[in-house]
């Protein structure tokens, strides 16, 4: 089975959103996983250590051979895109797992 390649926009405002939504779903990963091993939840702690695993092997394999992927533009999506996906973890797992 062939992986399909995920290459990074080579615009600016491309690369922004690139890494703000790759990002944004890390950082709601990690949040979530940790909200849910500080509950004792075992299955949300599997299930979100397997989605970061993945999703950060996947990322170092992009950042890693391709150029496009380490500018201003990208650097920029991939914090505020942290920060956000972190604000929306907090408000998406205060109702699925409970205060």
Do not use: E
């Not at 390649?5 to 690369?15: A, D, F, L, W």
């Not at 922004?16 to 979530?32: G, H, N």
């Not at 496009?68 to 895109?81: E, F, H, K, P, R």
């Amino acid at each position: 089975m062939k992986i399909p390649k995920i290459t990074v926009p080579k615009s600016k405002i491309g690369q922004f959103i690139f890494f703000f939504l790759t990002q944004c779903f890390s950082y709601f990963v990690i949040v979530a996983n940790t909200r849910a091993y500080t509950q004792g939840n075992y299955l949300w702690t599997g299930v979100t250590d397997a989605l970061f695993a993945s999703q950060n092997f996947v990322m170092i394999r992009i950042i890693s051979k391709q150029d496009d992927a380490t500018g201003l533009w990208a650097g920029m999506g991939y914090t505020i895109g942290g920060t956000v996906g972190s604000l929306l973890s907090i408000w998406v797992t205060k109702h699925i797992y409970g205060a």
